[in-house]
């Protein structure tokens, strides 16, 4: 496993190239990309930039809707592999999303149905570039509350989808918060092989709540708080030899106040001290 910048999920707003530099400074093997940052820069200045800096391309973000009606689904699935040609261009063989964990109308078992039909027919469609697809289910339970239709939240709900999908480059965007607060254990980690893990985010929670008090869109560094046993979900990322990218995504208000080095800078100490030695 390598460590992977990805400056919009700590609030950092510069141009690619600047955030590149800090990266490469600060210790980042990789970064994100996407097709802003071609379009500002063309494929051959970005594989430039990253191959000067000694950066690879970590991962990149599912530009499909697949959430709303099949009119747009299909229309975002007939774009989608110009766009793989371009980020494996780039280098970039790693594509991810997320998924709420309820639905205003569709029951568990529509909604499973559906999902199966789009997420295969995404994984086939980024397949011939050599592209693996990661889903990440979302745990806070504060988010389903007094929703309807609750759905996948956890890692045993993940598996059972990606079974029914039935397609070999499906498989995790594995979150240490969405593990922690679904209830997840080491033993469900153990259920899990570097095969089945796309990306990693990893982040902590807020001191003072329990895993059922935690919020979405509040959390903490890596290792700030300690309350994610982040020696665990690290130990197992290394036990498996999980060789993708592991993002930090704390979604940290304080964070985002500091000047964009200072926040690349703290992002890379908080990866020191939950990385396996």
């Known amino acids: 496993m390598y460590r992977s910048l990805a400056p919009g999920a700590i609030g950092v707003k510069l141009p690619f190239v600047e955030s590149c530099k800090l990266a490469a400074k600060y210790g980042f093997a990789g970064v994100d990309v996407n097709m802003g940052v071609v379009e500002e820069m063309g494929i051959d200045g970005v594989k430039g930039l990253l191959a000067k800096l000694g950066l690879v391309a970590g991962s990149t973000g599912m530009p499909v809707n697949f959430r709303e009606d ?18 494996v261009a780039l280098g970039c063989d790693r594509i991810a999303t997320w998924f709420m964990p309820w639905h ?40 389903r509350a007094g929703k309807p239709n609750w759905f996948i939240y956890d890692i045993d709900g993940l598996l059972r989808l990606i079974a029914a999908v039935n397609e070999p480059n499906l498989g995790f965007l594995l979150d240490a918060y969405h593990w922690y607060t679904s209830g997840g254990t080491k033993d469900d980690l153990d259920k899990l092989s570097d095969r089945d893990i796309v990306l990693v985010h990893v982040n902590d929670g807020i001191a ?30 290394a036990e498996m030899a999980y060789s993708g990218p592991v993002v930090v995504e704390p979604f940290s208000q304080r964070l985002r106040e500091m000047a964009p080095e200072e926040a690349i800078k703290e992002t890379a100490s908080s990866l020191d001290r939950i990385w396996p030695q």
Do not use: H, N, W
């Open 70 to 87: 099949e009119e747009t689904f299909q229309l975002g699935l007939a774009d989608l592999p110009q766009f793989c040609e371009t980020m």
């Open 208 to 237: 003072g709540r329990t895993a059922k008090e935690q919020l979405d869109q509040e959390r903490a560094l890596p290792g700030e708080t300690g309350v994610i046993d982040l020696t665990t979900f690290m130990g197992s990322l």
């Open 104 to 143: 205003a109308t569709l029951s568990y078992d529509e909604r499973f149905e559906r999902m199966t039909k789009r997420v295969r027919a995404m994984c086939q469609a980024v397949a011939p570039f050599g592209m693996r697809f990661g889903l990440e289910f979302v745990g806070p339970e504060t988010l």
